[in-house]
């Protein structure tokens, strides 16, 4: 159920779903950029002062280092963790971090709970003939904005239960 108050969502399988997915495909893959106001030493680097630095978040939410198989899509590491997206937890930062980061994230997060939950909701979901989730094309489109090389091709059935609600009206 979806209530107004973030931490009570009482939807943790969805919500790790969310992160997850956010985690292999986040939207702006290397944020927006920074510019180093001033002559900077981090990790062994230096980074002199008008830097543009961008942040590959995507790199980030595949890195070995922070992820258990990394490239596997496994909602339930999300389950009895509290890593979320924040701004607070590194490794995941799908709305980036820090004073520039995302206004809407609140917003953004509730319409993607929103949209997924009614579209499970109110159909049945399949991949086309012959395809199974190891074979669909995953490849993704590069840009400021992520998206995918092939558009999802699913094959959507009203759910029997929608159909009664729907013959009812
Ligand atoms: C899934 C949905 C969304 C994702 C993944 C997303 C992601 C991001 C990212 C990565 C940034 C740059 C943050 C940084 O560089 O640290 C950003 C900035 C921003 N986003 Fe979003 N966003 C989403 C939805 C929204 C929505 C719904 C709104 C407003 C209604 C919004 C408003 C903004 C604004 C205003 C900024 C610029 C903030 C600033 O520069 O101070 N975003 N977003």
């Given at each position: 159920m979806l209530s107004n108050c973030s931490s009570c969502y009482q939807i943790p399988y969805l919500q790790a779903v969310v992160k997850e997915t956010?985690?292999?495909h986040p939207p702006v893959?290397?944020?927006?950029?920074r510019r180093c106001i001033?002559?900077?030493e981090y990790m062994g680097y230096s980074i002199p002062m008008d830097t543009q630095v961008l942040v590959n978040v995507w790199a980030i939410g595949r890195d070995p280092a922070s992820w258990e198989?990394?490239?596997s899509f496994k909602p339930d590491r999300f389950l009895n963790s509290n890593i979320d997206y924040k701004g607070h937890h590194y490794q995941l930062l799908p709305f980036g971090a820090g004073r520039r980061m995302c206004?809407?994230?609140?917003?953004?997060q509730r319409m993607l709970y929103l949209s997924i939950a009614s579209l499970v909701h109110t159909f049945e979901w399949?991949?086309?003939d012959g395809v199974t989730p190891e074979t669909m094309d995953m490849r993704e489109m590069f840009g400021v904005a992520l998206r995918?090389?092939?558009p999802l091709?699913?094959?959507?059935?009203l759910k029997a239960a929608q159909k009664d609600q729907d013959n009812a009206m």
């Open positions: 956010l985690r292999l893959p290397l944020l927006v950029p001033e002559d900077t198989e990394p490239f206004a809407g994230v609140m917003l953004g399949a991949l086309e995918k090389a092939e091709k699913a094959v959507l059935k």
